[in-house]
Structure formats: C-alpha cells, structure tokens
T-cell receptor
Framework: DTEVTQTPKHLVMGMTNKKSLKCEQHMGHRAMYWYKQKAKKPPELMFVYSYEKLSINESVPSRFSPECPNSSLLNLHLHALQPEDSALYLC??????????????FGAGTRLSVL | LAKTTQPISMDSYEGQEVNITCSHNNIATNDYITWYQQFPSQGPRFIIQGYKTKVTNEVASLFIPADRKSSTLSLPRVSLSDTAVYYCLVGEGYGQNFVFGPGTRLSVLP
C-alpha cells in the first residue's frame, strides 16, 4: 500500500477562519512533507518532518502551522490566510528524510480557496 | 543543489515513443535522478529513478550517460492517458535538495 490520504479534498475558507488540513499514511514512513502548488507551477516545499520533529521550514508565514501528532499523521493548521494562499496543498511521505534513493509518495492534495 | 532544465512542453501522438531530456550540469556524486508524473489536480507520482547507465521498469526507461550531466526519460508507445506534466529531480532525495523544476507538459494527441 503506497497510499497517502489527504482530507478534505476541497476547502473554502474566509480570511478570518481557522481550519486544518490532514494527511495520513500507513507505510511506516518516518518523513512527511507539506508542499504548496499554484496553478501551472511546480510544487514548492513548505515543511519537512523527520521522526515527528520539524526539520525544515522553508520560511513559511506563521499563518501556516504544521503539526505531527504521530508518525502516521500530519496536520497543517491554517489561520488568517490571504486570498493568495489559495492553492493545491500536497502532503508526501518517504521512508526517511535522508538517503540518496529517497522516494516521496504524494497524496491527491487539498484544493484550498481563500475568500 | 543541481539545477535542472527540461523542455517546457512536448506534443506526441498515440503509439509513439516519447523521450524527454533533462539537463543537470551540476549533478553531484551522491545525487540520484528521479522522475515524477503529475496529472491535473493530483499529487506527483513516482515513475523511475536511476544513478547511471540505464534503468527500466514496467512504465518507462531512464537513460543516463557516463558524465551524468543529462538524463532521458523514455515512454514507449504513449496513450492519451500519458498526458501529464513530467518532473525531473536531481538530488539526495531529502528536504532542501528536493526541488521541483518547471517540468515538461506532455500532450498526447489522438
């Protein structure tokens, strides 16, 4: 099973709302990632968790707050977002953060619209 | 961090072989070359990975010359369902080295 499950598939929120995106994998992977993808652009790395600890934050604004409750789950808490934050948010996991043959498995994403 | 260069777009017809070349002049000794496929509104999907020479799996082949400064993804006998964006990534596979370039938008025509 190489499945990464993201919920919800679609989300519409106002700029004052608080919402959360969820990601789950049961492959025993110890590294999990959040990416942001705008239309017709490549995915951009936001955060990396390795063994449930935040290891990389690519200078993401504080209105995005990641959380890794356990090795299978990854959340992205959203608060006071701006319309320009509307995008496809992708979660991925890999066996480990390191390793030259690291392969990432991606979920289908959450399509976020900020009004 | 090895920067990659790919054609922005390619067109092909059903049943043809498609070759997409990626240039990575600054590839490091420890870097692997990995290709992903992405359909609209879906996450990227791993296709193939290699270090040198040739790698083949059930969906594609990857050709890497001896100097490793480029690589070619070969898709045999494409179908309409192969219409997607193809990304070439070069790096050690983790975190800050996992940077997606602009990718190649492949359109397969009937």
């Amino acid at each position: 099973d190489t499945e990464v499950t993201q919920t919800p598939k679609h989300l519409v929120m106002g700029m004052t709302n608080k919402k959360s995106l969820k990601c789950e994998q049961h492959m025993g992977h110890r590294a999990m990632y959040w990416y942001k993808q705008k239309a017709k652009k490549p995915p951009e790395l936001m955060f990396v968790y390795s063994y449930e600890k935040l290891s990389i934050n690519e200078s993401v604004p504080s209105r995005f707050s990641p959380e890794c409750p356990n090795s299978s789950l990854l959340n992205l808490h959203l608060h006071a977002l701006q319309p320009e934050d509307s995008a496809l948010y992708l979660c991925a996991s890999s066996q480990d953060e390191g390793g030259v043959k690291n392969i990432q498995y991606f979920g289908a994403g959450t399509r976020l619209s900020v009004l | 961090l090895a920067k990659t260069t790919q054609p922005i777009s390619m067109d092909s017809y059903e049943g043809q072989e498609v070759n997409i070349t990626c240039s990575h002049n600054n590839i490091a000794t420890n870097d692997y070359i990995t290709w992903y496929q992405q359909f609209p509104s879906q996450g990227p999907r791993f296709i193939i990975q290699g270090y040198k020479t040739k790698v083949t799996n059930e969906v594609a082949s990857l050709f890497i010359p001896a100097d490793r400064k480029s690589s070619t993804l070969s898709l045999p006998r494409v179908s309409l369902s192969d219409t997607a964006v193809y990304y070439c990534l070069v790096g050690e596979g983790y975190g800050q080295n996992f940077v997606f370039g602009p990718g190649t938008r492949l359109s397969v025509l009937p």
